[in-house]
Nanobody
């Protein structure tokens, strides 16, 4: 029904910065919340940051003060600005949107395919 595509990942040195983007293949009828998750090898997927349509944000303690999540309504895009990156930030990053692609449908979660972020010297 809806495809989310992430981009912006790559290899950076510790202390570097990256900006991740997530674009939906179509607009949603309504959105409850959007967020970024990450998953390192051998570990479970964890929430990094989330944002509501009204602009309320929430961050994992490990990234607070270093990462910033934002939403561009006109472009139907989600962003994650990352700075002061650490090796511990290395993971596949996924964007998620919880909403209704069509009127009358129940809200559900939609996930992107992920983009690799590697922080290493």
């Amino acid at each position: 029904q809806v495809q989310l595509v992430e981009s912006g990942g790559g290899l950076v040195q510790p202390g570097g910065s990256l900006r991740l983007s997530c674009v939906a293949s179509r607009r949603f009828f309504s959105i409850t919340a959007m967020g970024w998750y990450r998953q390192a090898p051998g570990k479970e997927r964890e929430l990094v940051a989330s944002i509501t349509p009204g602009g309320s944000t929430n961050y994992a303690g490990s990234v607070k003060g270093r990462f910033t999540i934002s939403r561009e309504n006109a472009n139907n895009a989600l962003y994650l600005e990352m700075s002061s990156l650490k090796p511990e930030d290395t993971a596949i990053y996924y964007c998620k949107t919880r909403g209704q692609p069509n009127a009358g449908w129940e809200a559900r979660d939609y996930w992107g395919q992920g983009t690799q972020v590697t922080v290493s010297s």
